[in-house]
């Protein structure tokens, strides 16, 4: 059985290391380079700490659905969203282009509908009001769509 293990892990290793594009030789553009991001670029760090904290919001607006909520649960989750928008919103900021910058305001955008998002959940929670982030969400999706088109990142 040990033996069996050993062939599986060494197998899915050699998978691993032989689907990594090999690197490209001076002179060609890398594989991430059809993208339009360059290895400086921002941008893409701002779209992926942007959409996790979309994530981690969802998640956390999950927990309305079952009332009465429960209190140590949606804290813990209003905690994780709140982190996750604020590393979000630090991580958007500058831009090396014209296209980057306007994506990166995008998600700014979007995170700002975040934030307002939570604190609705955060008032809805406590039962003091309902929640009407469902369309919220729809134009933060838009958005984030929106800045990764900007962005070049499809």
Not at 31 to 45: C, E
Request: aromatic share 2%; with cysteine; hydrophobic share 45%.
């Amino acid at each position: 059985m040990r033996n069996f293990l050993i062939v599986v892990v060494a197998i899915v290793l050699a998978v691993l290391y032989l689907r990594k594009a090999p690197p490209a030789a001076p002179g060609e553009p890398s594989a991430g380079g059809a993208s339009g991001a360059s290895a400086t670029s921002r941008g893409p760090g701002c779209l992926m700490a942007a959409e996790s904290a979309s994530r981690s919001l969802s998640d956390a607006t999950h927990l309305l659905i079952s009332m009465p909520v429960d209190a140590s649960r949606w804290s813990d989750a209003e905690n994780v969203a709140s982190s996750a928008i604020a590393r979000a919103e630090s991580t958007c900021s500058g831009g090396a282009t014209d296209a980057e910058r306007e994506g990166m305001e995008t998600a700014r955008d979007a995170l700002a509908l975040m934030r307002t998002n939570l604190a609705e959940a955060a008032k809805a929670a406590l039962g003091a009001g309902g929640f009407q982030g469902v369309a919220r969400q729809e134009a933060i999706d838009n958005r984030l769509a929106s800045a990764r088109a900007k962005l070049g990142l499809r």
